[in-house]
């Protein structure tokens, strides 16, 4: 006869924290489930190393709490008892293991957080909700700090976030005198520059990905399953930030909106992932920078700060927004775009160079760094009126580090301005100028980077014109656009409309670009 428990506690795929309190001492009345179900995998379709990502570490954080001593129930895609639903697995295991109460950490995630509300009203037996104790904010907090304000600037709550939790701080003053030092971080890579070589692991995680393709499941990019190079448990974590704080952070912050085609990673830290699914706390991250750049003389502030900037304040506000906002959030289409993706952006296969390249390491690597998502696709799709549900649903499935909470805001609102400015003061739209300025993509490509119509004119070039043209009742006022409208209307009439024919054209042609 099977024994008994008192408690059955659920953690989800990306609440792989050891820190928790929940673990600080075993109690053998307590019994954790970690499940893979198919409806994880289902709701859009994600890239190969993100389902076997988050199933790898979940599976190597289960195996980590029963050689703790934590009694464990794990839930394998293909095992004959699993019923493919949380609420379903969990009334099996409730009922088997006479369980008397319910306990989950909150989901990051609204359909999830909504999901077991749902589920234990439904139960017969006692239940709680604690938090994941991983986030330096909690969900209603951003909430709470602009409810008085007219406009909700980011920059004002990062230094609130600086002094509240004293990062950066001497005494009341930022250290080096100024809070952001943005400006000094967008440096392009130069030429016969010494790139330091990524670190990467070596897993073999071919059993899962025979059970991934035996599951059936759908997927999209691609996977040498004997080498699998993404941190998969807490230990591995650890070494890639110091890895990362040893050899690339003295250079990050110069170099962070840099692209270059030989170099899928450069000096970023590609610890979202572990972060994300809560391997890492974001307070040890920014403290490891803080510390690094005190007692180094090889990063100045600029690279500290623009790194603790993007964690301590753009990764809590932006789940600040989600938070606030949802679920209306994601319906929001303010510019009213409707355009379907091209299927280019499933294969990589088109004559922009900088497409291309970014599209491809997207499905080599389930990668890229933050702005080749902003100012590559994500620009593309914004001048070229693509349906941002399409756009959400495609960056939700194609990153490794992509969860609701955080890719949502930051595409629907950040890339494509869907949310009418809620998160962004403009839309984050460029021209062919503005890629070369910041990679050697266009040194490449078919097309040509200062023409603005003709057969080979860059299409970016064209098309950020048309967009401000078909927009400009609503950006004509933005102070921050106004000086951009008075460059188009210097523009010769002539000139104007050859533009916005070959725009058109573009736009007619899109999946022949």
């Not at 790139?195 to 059993?207: K, S």
């Not at 580090?401 to 739209?429: C, H």
Request: charged share 20%.
């Amino acid at each position: 006869m099977n024994r008994t428990y008192q408690t059955l506690r659920l953690i989800l795929g990306d609440q792989l924290n050891s820190q928790h309190s929940w673990l600080n001492s075993v109690d053998e009345g307590v019994l954790y489930v970690l499940m893979e179900i198919r409806p994880e995998s289902l709701y859009v379709t994600h890239h190969i190393q993100k389902i076997i990502g988050i199933f790898g570490a979940m599976r190597q954080f289960a195996s980590e709490l029963k050689a703790q001593g934590h009694p464990v129930v794990y839930v394998e895609i293909d095992a004959a008892e699993n019923q493919h639903s949380f609420e379903n697995n969990l009334n099996q295991l409730i009922a088997q293991y006479q369980v008397t109460k319910f306990e989950y950490q909150l989901p990051d995630e609204y359909r999830l957080d909504a999901l077991l509300k749902e589920y234990t009203q439904t139960l017969s037996i006692g239940y709680a909700a604690v938090d994941s104790e991983h986030f330096f904010t909690k969900r209603e907090d951003l909430t709470t700090f602009f409810q008085h304000k007219k406009t909700i600037v980011m920059e004002n709550f990062y230094r609130s976030m600086r002094r509240k939790h004293h990062i950066l701080m001497d005494k009341d003053k930022p250290t080096g005198g100024k809070w952001n030092y943005d400006q000094a971080n967008r440096k392009k890579l130069p030429k016969k520059h010494a790139m330091a070589t990524p670190f990467l692991f070596e897993h073999d995680v071919t059993a899962i990905y025979e059970a991934v393709k035996a599951a059936e499941l759908p997927y999209i990019g691609t996977i040498d399953s004997s080498y699998f190079i993404w941190p998969l448990n807490r230990q591995e974590a650890l070494v890639l930030l110091n890895d990362f704080i040893d050899r690339l952070l003295p250079t990050f912050g110069l170099y962070q909106d840099a692209m270059h085609s030989d170099y899928w990673s450069l000096y970023h830290s590609r610890l979202s992932f572990a972060l994300n699914v809560k391997m890492l706390h974001p307070l040890e991250i920014v403290q490891a920078a803080e510390t690094a750049y005190r007692q180094s003389d090889r990063i100045d502030i600029a690279q500290a700060e623009g790194f603790i900037r993007q964690i301590l304040g753009w990764r809590e506000f932006i789940r600040g927004i989600y938070w606030k906002e949802m679920p209306h959030y994601q319906t929001l289409n303010m510019l009213k775009a409707k355009r379907p993706l091209p299927a280019y952006f499933w294969t990589g296969r088109t004559k922009m160079h900088c497409m291309r390249q970014s599209i491809q390491q997207s499905l080599s690597y389930s990668y890229a760094h933050h702005i080749q998502r902003l100012m590559i696709t994500g620009n593309f799709c914004l001048l070229t009126g693509i349906n941002p549900s399409e756009v959400d649903q495609w960056y939700l499935g194609i990153y490794i580090d992509a969860f609701e909470w955080v890719e949502l805001p930051n595409t629907r609102g950040m890339s494509q301005y869907a949310d009418g400015g809620i998160v962004a003061t403009k839309p984050y739209g460029a021209s062919a100028n503005y890629i070369d300025k910041m990679s050697n993509y266009c040194q490449s490509c078919y097309y040509h980077k200062k023409e603005k119509y003709g057969e080979r004119s860059c299409p970016f070039n064209s098309l950020y014109w048309h967009f401000l043209k078909r927009h400009q009742s609503n950006f004509i006022k933005n102070p921050r656009m106004s000086m951009i409208y008075r460059v188009w209307n210097k523009y010769a009439q002539e000139d104007q409309q050859l533009i916005l024919e070959q725009a058109s054209k573009y736009l007619n042609n899109l999946e022949q670009l």
